[in-house]
């Protein structure tokens, strides 16, 4: 079965009135942002759409926790701590105050100016990203060929991460976001 057939298959199986629904929410909670309403804003901490980030994270990471016991599948393992990562990394703003200790305490990012942070930032983030990656490619590559629903899951995340971690970086050095 292809890539593409086992999207057209997955997505069969998503109640499309729970996902509209989900994607709405993003979407208020975009517009209200660009609207300028503090309370909405996807960047205040401690506002709605940052409670809304955690409640979604947190969801997920117990959807695919459930997901892996039922199945006994790693790779949901490995997106569930993955996601329970990404809640913990924003309640507790890691990068955040990882970028500020590099900053801080390494003269190659506090020679970078205020670059340095952002810099700090998304060396951290290569850590957690860097060993995230080579666990899902080791349960991509060791589970049985054909599994093409395993393969759908990695560049999801790899995109979301990828996008994630951009616009983050982008918000970090110019404010953009």
């Known amino acids: 079965m292809s890539i593409a057939a086992s999207v057209r298959r997955m997505a069969a199986r998503i109640d499309r009135r729970w996902f509209a629904a989900l994607v709405a929410v993003d979407g208020i909670f975009i517009v209200l942002h660009i609207l300028g309403d503090r309370r909405f804003s996807m960047l205040e901490d ?20 459930g997901v892996a016991r039922g199945r ?7 997106v569930a701590m993955l996601f329970l990562y990404v809640l913990l990394d924003d309640f507790l703003r890691l990068h955040e105050r990882a970028g500020i200790w590099l900053t801080d305490n390494v003269a190659l990012f506090a020679a970078a100016g205020a670059l340095g942070h952002a810099l700090g930032e998304l060396a951290y983030l290569c850590v957690p990203g860097g060993l995230a990656l080579v666990a ?21 995340d790899g995109v979301l991460a990828t996008v994630g971690i951009g616009l983050d970086f982008l918000h970090s050095v110019a404010g953009i976001f």
């Not at 006994?72 to 490995?78: E, I, K, M, P, T």
């Open 136 to 156: 899902l490619v080791a349960l991509v590559a060791s589970a049985r060929r054909g599994n093409d629903e395993h393969d759908v899951i990695v560049v999801i």
């Open 72 to 78: 006994r599948d790693g790779l949901f393992a490995v």
């Open 46 to 65: 401690g506002g709605y759409a940052e409670s809304w980030r955690y409640l979604q994270s947190f969801v997920i990471a117990m959807l695919a926790a």
